[in-house]
């Protein structure tokens, strides 16, 4: 068990609909990482927020945004979904963000859209 | 972005062999990690392994920054060590995170 928890575990719903997933980091992490996963694009690096700001973007689509709360928490919004938009969608946390500092992940949240 | 490149892609192995796996990156990194992917789809963390040499158990890791690649070993492989492995890289120019395409390892009793 890594520490980082995201829900729901699984998701299923329908074209154009939009989800939140859930992330909450390991107890004193400041970072949060949003990754993609899925068959034809293997691993990709979405978002990252340090204590509550966007840090760095990776290759996230306009249609979904993040956001990181006080509590240290993050959710990924996903809109106007579309059917390759299905994937495991990871989140990850570490300590600093610096870059110089291990990044420990979550168990995922499987998206099915139809 | 920085390329990430892992081989072999596939592997199958007899319990009880040894392999390495290897992951060259195109640029300089500030960190590199590894991690096993499970059946389940759970990502484990390995080695954290900017450079040098570390090991865990029956894993080993290196990196060799200035030549931009790493090396994981696995000795005496057991069937539970049967998933894939990704290394991850984070460019030293702006907080971008990068993954190999992975090794899916098979190991059969």
């Known amino acids: 068990d890594s520490g980082v928890t995201q829900t729901p575990k699984h998701l299923i719903t329908a074209t154009g609909q939009r989800v939140t997933l859930r992330c909450s980091p390991r107890?004193?992490?400041?970072?949060v990482y949003w990754y993609q996963q899925s068959l034809d694009q293997g691993l990709q690096f979405l978002i990252q927020y340090y204590n509550g700001e966007e840090r760095a973007k990776g290759n996230i689509l306009e249609r979904f945004s993040a956001q990181q709360f006080p509590d240290l928490h993050s959710e990924l919004n996903l809109s106007s979904l579309e059917l390759g938009d299905s994937a495991l969608y990871f989140c990850?946390?570490?300590?600093?963000?610096?870059?110089?500092?291990?990044?420990?992940f979550g168990p995922g949240t499987r998206l099915t859209v139809t | 972005g920085i390329q990430v490149e892992q081989s072999p892609p596939d592997l199958i192995l007899q319990e009880g062999a040894n392999s390495t796996l290897r992951c060259n990156f195109s640029d300089s990194v500030n960190n590199l990690q590894w991690f096993h992917q499970n059946p389940w789809g759970q990502l484990i963390n390995l080695f954290y392994?900017?450079?040098g040499t570390k090991q865990n158990g029956r894993l080993s890791a290196t990196t060799v920054a200035t030549e931009r690649y790493s090396l994981l070993y696995i000795s005496s492989s057991q069937t539970t060590d049967s998933g894939v492995y990704f290394c991850?890289?984070?460019?030293?120019?702006?907080?971008?995170?990068?993954f190999g395409t992975g090794t899916s390892l098979t190991v059969i009793p």
């Open positions: 991850a890289v984070e460019s030293n120019t702006g907080n971008q995170f990068y």
């Open positions: 392994i900017p450079s």
């Open positions: 990850a946390s570490s300590a600093l963000g610096t870059g110089v500092d291990e990044q420990y």
């Open positions: 107890s004193g992490d400041l970072s």
